[in-house]
């Protein structure tokens, strides 16, 4: 089946420094990849996706590229802020027809925290 | 309008109460979705709904009924649950059950007492 491996946190960071968080994938054929955050108290919201091998998602100064190659899709983000504190989770979607397909994999998750 | 909003924010109940979820978004999605989280782990799918039909029920005990009176609505009906029920539950949406990524809601604090 399909799985998501996240790498292990909790991250802590201090202000403006560059943020990584590791995701690696195993599903068949080509699934969908996505990051979704989750702050204190809330919901999960959608932060990027790509939905094809060597897609680049952004969104508020993250990225991530889909690498087939390495089934891969790291989160990157060149200087965080204190207020980029939260859980960060990747995911995927199963491919088109497949017995996966809409329902989303999550990773363990991540927590980062950033000090001023 | 691009929320979905869960209400209540906070509920207990005991283990003979019978409560319901709600969850409402008015995207003009076709899929919706329930999940549950635990503590510090990732959410859970619980069910799906596909155009108002169940189309999955990750084998969830029966004493969790899912409803979807409309394409806007989601209601989760409780009867009978244990205190290891206690978790957050999540509601979300989506174009349809494609790679879209979900609108997820802010989520419903179940304690079971």
């Known amino acids: 089946g399909n799985s998501v491996t996240q790498m292990e946190g909790p991250v802590t960071l201090s202000e403006e420094a560059f943020l990584t968080i590791n995701c690696t994938y195993t599903?068949?054929?080509?699934?969908?990849l996505f990051w979704y955050v989750q702050y204190p108290g809330e919901g999960l919201q959608l932060l990027l996706k790509a939905t094809k091998a060597d897609d680049k998602g952004s969104n508020k100064g993250f990225e991530a590229t889909y690498r087939k190659e390495t089934t891969s899709f790291h989160l990157e983000k060149g200087s965080v802020q204190v207020s980029d504190s939260a859980v960060y989770f990747c995911?995927?979607?199963?491919?088109?027809?497949?017995?996966?397909?809409?329902?989303?994999?999550f990773g363990q998750g991540t927590i980062l925290t950033v000090h001023p | 309008d691009t929320e979905v909003t869960q209400t209540p924010k906070h509920l207990v109940m005991g283990m003979t109460n019978k409560k319901s979820l709600k969850c409402e978004q008015h995207?003009?999605?076709?899929?919706m979705y329930w999940y549950k989280q635990k503590a510090k782990k990732p959410p859970e799918l619980m069910f799906v709904y596909s155009y108002e039909k169940l189309s999955i029920n990750e084998s969830v005990p029966s004493r969790f009924s899912p409803e979807c009176p409309n394409s806007s609505l989601l209601n989760l009906h409780l009867h009978a649950l244990q205190p290891e029920d206690s978790a957050l539950y999540l509601c979300?949406?989506?174009?349809?059950?494609?790679?879209?990524?979900?609108?997820f809601g802010s989520g419903t604090r179940l304690t079971v007492v």
């Open positions: 995911a995927l979607s199963g491919e088109a027809g497949g017995t996966s397909y809409g329902k989303l994999t």
């Open positions: 995207m003009g999605h076709r899929a």
């Open positions: 979300a949406s989506s174009q349809d059950s494609g790679p879209y990524g979900y609108t």
């Open positions: 599903a068949t054929g080509y699934p969908s």
